[in-house]
């Protein structure tokens, strides 16, 4: 468990682009305030900056409590959540990626939450860099499905045993290797859909580097014949770092939501499901861009950050934080940079944090070296679209590289908690209570 607060006076500088005009920078003291003790001028330059200024704002009140799940391997790769023993508390799987092993861990009660959690060790593989739960053979024991890069680039089934009473025993696990995805390319990200309306669960999956792509994992009629599962390229890819199931068409099936970091295809888009006949035979999902080419956007998710009743989409580079506001018929960017003392960014989610109605934007970061905080949440001030935002410390200086943010109610208290992993000083896999 770790305390950590800030209590001085700190001013944050960001930027956007706008025309020349001159600029006050405006001391902020610890509450957010603006003071009146230091003020001067700037001059922008041929096409000017808009200098945001952005307080850090921190108080005994606020301090978030990091709550460990487990620390005891390396390099903790993401957190993927389901329930899987029908208590109706989510469960963690997690890939260790330079411990060389996959584990789950179940939520052991509100009441146990900040202690270490129940955990079993349910395969060993090379560089695991994102483990999901999925029931493959609809047996009703939730099974576990890993992803490998580095000189693996295997995907890998972990089979969960039948009786759910021997779950954490984890010689009744066994591991096997999804034999179309061996040595084929650096294995990102799976994500459990059912596509082709028949069978089992089918895979869609995400790589980087090499021929990297997004595609899909057929499931046979007996999902336990690992040789059976037929694999279909869908699009070209750099670095596939989200795959989110969602209904973007509004058409009653589910899409899947990509972002891509790197390479000529590179931004946020979604691939529109083209029905289960067609998925089938193989026929294209029709991309629809929404935006980032122009940049190496990391982690994604959805939300309503200005509670107009749509899903926009939250992104982050490792500059800023990028909002794509729905609208009925296009997306408009606002781009929010990211304020001083943090490290690149990482992910960004959404959710009102302090209970005052309004939403807020929960952020990771990598690089987060020496004093640099690897975790804050960010609130708007006159609205989410006038560019100032007051910056509230979550993390602190512990930790260099932290992963994609989860938003659950870990503690049951009806708000929101934020689960990460850690991958470099070894945090490990933990969740920071929500204090307000």
Partial sequence: MLKWAVNRRVQEIVSVRLPRQRIELIERAPTGETTMKTRRSISAASFGI???????????????????????SQGADGVRLKDVNGDGLLDVAVGWEEGGIV????????????????????????????????DLDGDGAIDVVSCCEGRTRSMFVHWAPKKI???LEAERWTTETLDATVQQQMWMYALPMQI???????????????????GWLQAPSNARDLKSWRWHKLQDAGWIMSLIAADMDKDGDLDVLVSDRKGPNRGVYWLEYPGADAASKGEAWKR????????????????????DGRMDIIAIDKDAIVWWRAGKSKWTEHVIPLPDGVGTGKSAAVLDVDGNGRNDVVFS???????LSGMRWLAWNESPTAGRWTSHEIGGPLGLKYDRVVLYDVDGDSDLDVLCCEERDQLGVFWYENPF
């Fill in 50 to 72: 808009l200098v945001l200024i952005v307080g850090l704002e921190r108080s005994a009140a606020e301090t978030w409590e990091r709550h460990t799940i487990d620390d005891t």
């Fill in 165 to 167: 009473t021997e779950y």
């Fill in 103 to 134: 584990r789950v861990y179940l939520h052991p009660g509100h009441d146990k939450v900040r202690q270490k959690w129940p955990v079993v060790t349910v395969g060993r593989v090379k560089s695991p860099e994102d483990a999901v739960f999925a």
């Fill in 288 to 307: 629809h861009n929404v935006g980032g080419h122009d940049r190496q956007i990391l982690f994604i998710a959805r939300g309503d950050l200005d509670q």
């Fill in 196 to 214: 082709d309306a028949r069978h089992g669960i089918d895979l869609v999956t995400g790589s980087k580097g090499n021929g990297g792509s997004v």
């Fill in 365 to 371: 970061c990598e690089n987060a070296k020496g004093p």
